[in-house]
């Protein structure tokens, strides 16, 4: 174990310096550093407490843990809100990250912590935390996609698009660039993902186990197909060392996240600041406050964020007091913690910044520069390109003018070096020379160029770069506006000019032919305008040589930063412009605010951020700033309405107060839908409706309100019991004295009765039709009927080999009113002596005068075995003994159309049938299918019906 953990850091390539006698792994893939930092970890917790190895081990382990976090804390809010680490380690393009990768870091670092080792959760929980973002920020970014193989995190480099460019700002931006890589959870990166919710679960982090539990059933119950060990379950089971349970299930304490960096009580640097902090435990959102005063936001007015680090710019540089409050909310409540720095002071001057004296000299071995001058104060840079021996890394020193001098920045990965030194000339000098001498006590050529600047505050940021081909490139973000970047490089494959990339000045450059080497310096043509800005020191040509590249920030003296005041504005009700109560932000300088959303704007309701950018009228002196507060915006309330639900009515009352009646306590105006003196048709809960205007229209919002009412037909008497007989249309009862299975309907939209009937005609196989009668009116007592159009022919249905309504017939009606129209539904039964039985659905649509008939369906199959189960002397075999045959129809209240019938199905059981469909619309689509089998074989069992069925009645009604 101890052998492949000093083999990890033996094999990580120290060419970028990083890597040292501390072990630092960094320059790996990035799941090679986790699985390197597990070894090494589980490595140096094995070992006895006495072995020297142990704690060799342990060092290497607690300073990646040091180096992760202090990765992660450098990261700026500004330019990386999402706060996404390990850009330009694909090989797919710098601006994708895989977060399947940095599961394996970010568990080696969980793994480590559980060893007993401290450090390391700054840098875990920023993996951790983006990884949630993925699960929570549905729609910008589906949750569907949280496990996607690469994530797009920013825009390639304009001018070299194989590295990284600048991050996106939206999560909506990152699922655009992301589309095509997408995963499903199961088989690929769900089990990853599951361990990053974890750590989420057990932080306490909003949102963090309703994402666990979205995600559960891709990989621990939906069965996949397991290659490792054959068949199809879980992924889990599938991948089981992937199974890895919560340590803990103890309810972690509520705790307020606390400043991380920079340590409280430091003194600061500068103007601006990236403030970092913990997540704390259970804690939703977080804001952060800075001011001159315990408590004050004079100086900068975060707004509530999920982020766990803030840029804060304009920070005071004259030295004094500055506070910073850090609130959690947590526990449906705001707890906060303050701090205490001390404010940069380097604002005692303010000059011109600009360069000065540039001198250079080249040539072999040891090398001094012309005499130079300064002024008081002013900064003096060397650059230095190098060759050297082949194969060891060179190294200089710089000296002169009785001035100390300060590494900034060193490269070199490849033969050679390139170096950037600087020093401060407190008091004016003249006359002076500054040498480069090697280090490593060898003679090579080399070129030495020196630049001294006035104004300026001293190196800012610093960065370098180093390859053996490709177009030479260094990439640093400024900490300061108005900064000039400056590079220094050596090529030692040959003398060959340098192409300058676009917007870049040529300072210097050394074309030494007797060795082959080139080296140069040059800059950014004009200062950079804003601090954060990531910019690029590169070169075009020649892209097939070696090199080395350093680059650094000459900052200036930072300009005062005004003091912005902006009380916290009280909130607002929906509706009120925005103006001087809310946007009354006030300087200590002369200058101009600029709003943002201007005045006049209207909110919606909720949380607002405001903004106001100060530019000062003294900009010599002051730079322009920019704060914000916050303002909630508030819905206006809305009036209760009290509407009793109203009494039915008859056909024919128009509506009127009775009706239309809603009240309220807050003046205004009703409108009712449909109108006062509407007449509605006759139907059964039909809805009411009112729309409320107040005429407080900046207090209150508009209110509406429903209610039911039912219309029935035209009232009548009930009339005495009336026998129906023989003297309308038809013969009501057959020759045999059967009953005549007639069914009595009222259709209350038309307002008249319906009677449909089998009548003795049936017993001939001529007459194979359900027939009609409608009343001239509702009253049955004075009512005359007239016969109608029949149904169509049932024929022989579903391949009965004689279907009439003789023998066993039977008979079933339901009616039922949709938007105002009167329908039925029939089914119908025959068994003719010694045939089979077949079974007929038909749907019709009343009127007050006609009735139109839909087409025959078939709810069961043709019964062979009907001739013996029914009364006493029916059938062909003259054996039946069982009760009559009998058809029952009802309609429930959603619509569907159920059927109750002996001689249903196949066999001689009982069966309840529903049809597939509801019954809701003028059109309705046959619910009861045609019992065709997939075959194409018709009249067969319920089996292929699209009806449903159950028959488990079986054996006998």
């Not at 769900?190 to 949102?207: D, H, S, T, V």
């Not at 250079?360 to 650059?383: C, E, F, I, K």
């Not at 504005?569 to 605010?593: K, R």
Request: proline share 7%.
């Amino acid at each position: 174990m101890a052998f492949w953990a000093n083999y990890a850091m033996a094999r990580t390539y120290p060419g970028d310096g990083i890597r040292s006698s501390q072990g630092i792994l960094e320059y790996n893939e990035v799941r090679g550093y986790g699985w390197a930092l597990r070894n090494i970890a589980d490595a140096a917790a094995y070992y006895p407490e006495s072995s020297p190895l142990r704690a060799y081990l342990a060092q290497k382990v607690v300073s990646n843990l040091a180096y992760l976090d202090a990765y992660a804390e450098t990261q700026n809010p500004a330019t990386n809100p999402f706060q996404i680490l390990w850009i330009n380690k694909r090989p797919d393009g710098g601006q994708y990250i895989s977060l399947w990768e940095q599961t394996y870091l970010a568990y080696a670092i969980d793994h480590a912590n559980a060893q007993g080792f401290a450090g390391g959760s700054v840098h875990r929980n920023a993996i951790a935390r983006f990884h949630l973002k993925l699960f929570t920020s549905d729609p910008d970014y589906p949750r569907t996609e949280a496990g996607a193989y690469l994530i797009a995190v920013g825009t390639p480099n304009a001018s070299n698009p194989g590295v990284f460019g600048s991050f996106y700002t939206s999560m909506s931006q990152i699922w655009s660039a992301t589309q095509g890589q997408e995963r499903p959870f199961g088989g690929f990166y769900g089990p990853e993902a599951r361990m990053n919710l974890m750590y989420a679960i057990q932080q306490g982090w909003p949102g963090a186990q309703a994402a666990y539990d979205f995600l559960w059933p891709y990989i621990a119950t939906t069965p996949i197909g397991c290659v490792s060990l054959g068949g199809t379950m879980p992924d889990l089971a599938c991948r089981a060392g992937w199974a890895l349970d919560f340590s803990s299930t103890t309810t972690p304490t509520p705790a307020a996240a606390e400043i991380v960096s920079p340590p409280p009580g430091s003194t600061l640097t500068s103007a601006n600041q990236i403030f970092n902090w913990t997540s704390g435990v259970g804690v939703s959102t977080y804001q952060l406050t800075v001011g001159t005063s315990q408590g004050a936001n004079d100086i900068y007015s975060g707004p509530a964020v999920a982020d766990l680090a803030a840029f804060v710019t304009g920070l005071p540089t004259t030295g004094g007091t500055v506070w910073v409050r850090l609130s959690s909310f947590l526990n449906e409540g705001w707890h906060f913690v303050d701090y205490q720095y001390t404010a940069a002071d380097t604002t005692s001057v303010v000059g011109t910044f600009a360069v000065g004296n540039v001198v250079a000299d080249d040539g072999y071995a040891v090398r001094t520069t012309p005499p130079l001058s300064t002024s008081a104060g002013d900064l003096v840079v060397a650059l230095v390109g190098s060759s050297g021996p082949d194969g060891s890394p060179e190294t200089m020193t710089v000296s002169g003018g009785g001035l100390t001098w300060t590494l900034a920045t060193r490269v070199n990965g490849q033969n050679g070096v390139s170096e950037i030194w600087s020093a401060r000339s407190a008091t004016a000098l003249s006359g002076f020379t500054v040498t480069s001498t090697p280090a490593l006590g060898t003679s090579p050529y080399q070129s030495l160029t020196v630049i001294t600047f006035s104004g300026a505050a001293g190196i800012g940021a610093a960065g370098g770069a180093s390859a053996a081909g490709g177009a030479p490139s260094v990439s640093l973000t400024t900490t300061r506006a108005g900064s000039l970047v400056y590079g220094v490089g050596n090529d030692w494959n040959g003398a060959v000019p340098r192409t300058v990339a676009g917007n870049q000045t040529k300072v210097h450059e050394f074309l030494n032919t007797v060795s082959g080497d080139t080296f140069w310096v040059q800059a950014l043509t004009s200062p950079v305008p804003l601090a954060g800005s990531a910019v690029q020191v590169s070169d075009t040509a020649p892209t097939d040589h070696v090199w080395n590249f350093a680059a650094v920030e000459i900052a200036p003296v930072a300009k005062a930063t005004p003091t912005i005041t902006w009380p916290l504005p009280a909130a607002i009700m929906t509706g009120t412009p925005l103006g001087s109560a809310q946007l009354n932000a006030a300087a200590n300088v002369a200058g101009t605010f600029g709003y943002t959303p201007p005045s006049g704007t209207v909110l919606p309701p909720g949380s607002h951020t405001l903004s106001t950018t100060f530019t000062p009228g003294d900009a010599n002196n002051y730079v322009s700033t920019t704060t914000t507060v916050d303002i909630v915006v508030l819905e206006k309330p809305t009036p209760t309405l009290a509407w009793p639900i109203p009494a039915d009515i008859v056909y024919g009352t128009p509506l009127g107060p009775n009706q239309l009646n809603a009240t309220t306590d807050v003046p205004g105006t009703f409108v009712y839908d449909p109108p006062a003196g509407t007449v509605l048709p006759v139907g059964l809960v039909q809805t009411l409706s009112v729309t409320f205007t107040p005429t407080d229209t900046a207090t209150y919002s508009t209110a509406t309100r429903s209610v039911p009412i039912t219309v029935w037909p035209e009232p009548f008497v009930d009339p005495p019991p009336v026998k129906i007989g023989t003297g309308v249309g038809g013969t009501w009862v057959d020759a045999t004295g059967h009953s005549a299975q007639s069914h009595l309907v009222f259709a209350p939209n038309a307002g008249v009765w319906w009677l449909f009937t089998l009548t003795s005609a049936h017993d001939s196989l001529n007459d194979r039709n359900v027939h009609a009668y409608v009343s001239s009116g509702p009253n049955l007592a004075t009512a005359t009927w007239t016969e109608k159009t029949a149904s169509p022919n049932l024929a022989n249905a579903g391949g009965a080999t004689s279907s009439v309504f003789a023998g066993g017939r039977s008979l079933g009606v339901a009616p039922i009113s949709i938007g105002g129209v009167d329908y039925v539904h029939v089914f119908a039964s025959a068994a003719f002596d010694g045939q089979a039985s077949s079974n007929g659905h038909i749907r019709a649509q009343l009127g007050a005068s006609t009735i139109t008939w839909g087409a025959w369906n078939n709810p069961g199959s043709p019964n062979v075995a009907s001739q013996w189960q029914g009364p006493s002397g029916t059938g062909g075999s003259g054996a039946a003994s069982h009760t009559p045959w009998g058809n029952s129809v009802g309609i429930s209240t959603g619509g569907f159309i159920h059927h109750f019938s002996t001689t249903m199905d196949q066999e001689v059981d009982c069966a309840v049938g529903r049809s597939a469909n509801a019954d809701t619309t003028a059109t309705w689509t046959n619910g009861f299918g045609t019992n065709t089998s997939p075959t194409g074989n018709t009249g067969t069992s319920p089996t292929w019906t699209t009806a449903v069925i159950d028959k488990t009645m079986t054996f006998e009604c």
